[in-house]
């Protein structure tokens, strides 16, 4: 009962704001965005400037933790003045809840791209598309950064603009992960606060691309075979796959890992 007393709290607390309301006199909200586990997003118009941006609020559940994970991304984002990154512009409290506003990125994600337009990423074109994202991740690397949640909805395609977001995640090396005791094996290789991590995270990435070509002849075999049987890749692509997903020695850098695409694709 207490259980579920607190679930129905929780989700009256939460409840979205509704489109048209106004943020501070100056964000009408748009559209919702999403949930995450922390925050709440909008697509608000700054009636200020006239533009486009997102507002994330601390989900009032979580109270004060929900605040300093907040705070925390803000400081991170600071850090990290980037062309493919979401610039942040500023934050506010009002009615005691905590708002971030940053740059509204125009685009599609790679996940929509694939399940909802039917990309196809043939394996030449995903393995560039990897290469343009090393990029970012190398840049946030560099700076004692580390992104833990690089996946196709996080990375948004505009033309030739890539973007990388949702830095709600991130860390700076060193710091401990923000692990539960329950966490599994998967877990503990996107979380550790590693460069490793975000590299294991984009090997993932890039199989999602690749199988966005895949057609399964062998329906009941299915099952039992792995990417490396499935996919019609070449060995150079199967190797980098293997080292991003730790199966073989790991790269140590996102560099090491574009020093290697650069020679399979020159």
């Given at each position: 009962?207490i259980?579920?007393l607190?679930?129905a709290?929780?989700?009256?607390?939460?409840?979205?704001?509704?489109e048209?309301?106004v943020i501070?006199?100056q964000?009408?909200?748009?559209?919702?965005l999403?949930m995450?586990?922390?925050g709440?997003?909008?697509?608000?118009l700054?009636?200020h400037?006239?533009?486009?941006?997102?507002?994330?609020q601390?989900?009032?559940?979580?109270?004060?933790?929900?605040?300093d994970?907040?705070h925390?991304e803000m400081?991170?984002?600071?850090?990290?003045?980037?062309?493919?990154?979401?610039?942040?512009?500023?934050?506010?409290e009002?009615?005691?809840?905590?708002?971030?506003?940053?740059?509204?990125?125009k685009?599609?994600?790679?996940?929509?791209?694939?399940?909802?337009?039917?990309?196809q990423?043939?394996?030449?074109?995903?393995?560039i598309?990897?290469?343009r994202?090393?990029?970012?991740v190398?840049?946030?690397?560099?700076?004692s950064?580390?992104?833990?949640?690089?996946?196709?909805?996080?990375?948004i395609?505009?033309?030739?603009?890539?973007?990388l977001?949702?830095?709600g995640?991130?860390?700076?090396?060193?710091?401990?992960?923000?692990?539960?005791?329950?966490?599994?094996?998967?877990?503990?290789r996107?979380?550790?606060?590693?460069v490793?991590s975000?590299?294991?995270?984009?090997?993932?990435f890039?199989?999602?691309?690749?199988?966005?070509?895949?057609?399964s002849?062998?329906?009941?075999?299915?099952?039992a075979?792995?990417w490396?049987?499935e996919?019609?890749?070449?060995?150079?692509?199967?190797?980098?796959?293997?080292?991003?997903?730790?199966?073989d020695?790991?790269?140590?850098?996102a560099?090491?890992c574009i020093?290697?695409?650069d020679?399979?694709l020159?």
């Open positions: 009962m259980s579920y607190k679930r709290y929780e989700a009256w607390i939460d409840y979205p704001r509704r048209g309301e501070r006199g964000y009408q909200i748009e559209h919702f999403g995450g586990s922390y709440l997003t909008y697509l608000c700054d009636k400037s006239g533009r486009e941006v997102v507002a994330k601390a989900k009032p559940s979580k109270g004060q933790l929900g605040q994970l907040l925390r400081a991170i984002m600071s850090q990290l003045e980037h062309p493919s990154i979401p610039k942040c512009y500023t934050s506010f009002e009615s005691k809840r905590l708002y971030m506003i940053t740059e509204y990125i685009g599609r994600t790679v996940e929509d791209l694939i399940f909802e337009r039917g990309a990423f043939a394996e030449k074109d995903a393995l598309l990897i290469r994202l090393l990029d970012i190398r840049f946030i690397h560099e700076r950064i580390v992104h833990l949640d690089i996946r196709i909805p996080n990375v395609l505009d033309g030739d603009r890539m973007s977001i949702d830095f995640l991130a860390a700076r090396l060193g710091e401990p992960a923000r692990l539960t005791l329950d966490a599994d094996e998967e877990l503990i996107r979380r550790t606060v590693d490793t975000d590299l294991y995270a984009i090997g993932h890039l199989l999602f691309m690749l199988y966005s070509t895949f057609e002849k062998e329906e009941q075999e299915e099952a075979r792995g490396d049987e996919l019609p890749i070449s060995t150079h692509t199967k190797l980098i796959i293997r080292k991003l997903l730790q199966i020695s790991p790269y140590r850098s560099q090491a020093d290697e695409l020679t399979v020159a």
